[in-house]
Structure formats: C-alpha cells, structure tokens
C-alpha cells in the first residue's frame, strides 16, 4: 500500500472513531459518518486483497523458479542422450533445440515443448541410451505445472494492480467525506473549543514532511584564491 494512503487511512480510521463517540443529533452529519465508515470497509476489503494478491503472486514466483530449474535440469538430460544417439541416428534434431542460457519464459517453454514432443516420437531410437517414459512424463508435467504458476502469477498481479487503483480511488472519496463532515463539524462545535480542537485533530492526515532543501554553503575560496583576490 502506498504510503500516502496509508496515512489517509490511518486519518480516516481517527476520524470514523471521533463521530462515533461524539455521535449527532443531526441525520445528515450521521449519514455523512455512515458514509465514512463504509468506505473505511471497502477500504480495509481492498487493502487484504493486495497484500494476499502480492503473497501469491511472490509464492509462484518462487514456484517458478524451481520448476525452470527442473526443467532446465530434464531438457539437459535428455539433450545428452539425444546428443550421444546422434553419432548413429544423424537425423535426430532434439538436441539442436537447445534454448539459450536466461532464455525467456516463452522460449523455454516453447523449446521445451518441441523438445519432449520430438523425443516422445522418436523414443525407441532414444531408449538404448537412457531415455525411459519417466523422464519425459516428470519433464512434460514440469512444463504443465510452470504454465499453472505463470498463470497464477499473472491473475495475482492482475488482482493486486485493481485493488491499489480502487484503493486509490477509495482513499479519494474518504477525503471527501471527510471534508463534508469537517464543514459540518466546524458549524457543530463553533461554540465548543475543546470538541473543536479534538475534531482538527481527528481529521488532520500526518503528512510526511521533507527535510527542508536551504541555500548552498559558500565554499570559502582557497588561500592562493583569496590573495589573488
């Protein structure tokens, strides 16, 4: 979450609080602290799918990486088997399909795709120098099993990517809220210092200030310098 909406939220969350133990007579300043205290839901809704959005979506990056070891692992095993059976069977290309080291996800899919399909066909001529169904069905199940993390992965980042663009737009509207209730308040306690005082509080978001930026230090000239001078 940004950190700029945190503080909106944290503000909002004080304020929600305030109108809640100084509730009003008034339905429209009660409609208004409604309001807040909905969008103050939505907000804490979309705020729980991006951080579970951003946890899976690092669990299948870390799923992924282990999987394209596996299967960086089987393309190499079963490349040196067709390598070696080339020497009699010259027709043989599985091994010429080797993908270049840091390839692409789409690249070593695709080459490993073409790979174990063209061993699959050829596994008779491939048998006598190690190649076994179990290599090949571990390596195609490796490939499968990729494509369903890359998949979770993208639909993770699609989810978390939504929820902080509504998160955005929520945290917008409880500013607006806010302020209504601010001019509603302002008319409630103007008689009352001390509720006053508490409400500016309440409503008041802790910006981060920066450090402030002052003029640049004169560099005292060099001795040379200053009696030239």
Same mark, same amino acid.
Request: charged content about 25%; glycine content about 4%; overall charge positive.
């Given at each position: 979450m940004?950190?700029?909406?945190r503080?909106?939220?944290?503000m909002?969350?004080?304020?929600a609080?305030?109108?809640?133990n100084?509730?009003?007579?008034?339905?429209?300043t009660?409609q208004v602290?409604?309001?807040l205290?909905?969008l103050?839901d939505?907000?804490?809704?979309?705020a729980?799918q991006?951080?579970?959005s951003?946890?899976?979506?690092s669990a299948?990056?870390?799923?992924k990486?282990?999987l394209?070891?596996?299967?960086?692992n089987g393309?190499?095993?079963?490349?040196?088997i067709a390598?070696?059976a080339?020497v009699?069977h010259?027709d043989?290309a599985?091994?010429?399909?080797l993908p270049?080291?840091?390839?692409?996800e789409v690249t070593?899919l695709?080459?490993a795709?073409?790979a174990?399909?063209?061993?699959t066909?050829i596994?008779?001529q491939l048998a006598?120098?190690?190649?076994n169904?179990?290599?090949l /069905?571990?390596? !195609?199940?490796?490939?499968? +099993?990729? %494509?369903?993390?890359l998949g979770r992965?993208?639909?993770?980042?699609? #989810?978390q990517?939504?929820a902080?663009a509504d998160l955005?737009?929520?945290?917008t509207d409880i500013m607006a809220?806010?302020?209504?209730l601010d001019?509603?308040?302002?008319?409630?306690?103007?008689?009352d210092? /001390?509720?006053? !005082?508490a409400?500016?509080? +309440?409503? %008041?978001v802790a910006w981060?200030l920066?450090?402030p930026v002052g003029? #640049?230090t004169?560099t005292?000239?060099?001795?040379?310098?200053?009696?030239?001078?």
């Open positions: 940004h950190s700029l909406i503080l909106k939220l944290d909002a969350g004080r304020a609080e305030f109108c809640r100084h509730p009003d007579d008034n339905p429209a009660a602290a409604t309001r205290t909905e103050i939505r907000a804490e809704t979309l729980r991006q951080r579970s951003l946890t899976v979506a299948a990056v870390n799923a990486a282990e394209r070891l596996a299967i960086e393309l190499a095993a079963l490349f040196g390598r070696v080339s009699a010259p043989i599985v091994h010429r399909r270049r080291a840091h390839a692409n070593l695709t080459s795709r073409v174990v399909a063209e061993a066909a596994k008779e006598p120098y190690g190649l169904d179990g290599l /069905e571990t390596l !195609a199940a490796d490939i499968d +099993a990729y %494509n369903v993390e992965q993208r639909t993770a980042i699609t #989810a990517v939504g902080g955005k737009a929520v945290s809220v806010v302020k209504n001019a509603l308040h302002r008319v409630r306690f103007r008689n210092r /001390e509720l006053r !005082a409400w500016k509080s +309440a409503r %008041n981060q920066r450090e003029p #640049a004169p005292t000239p060099a001795p040379d310098q200053a009696s030239a001078a």
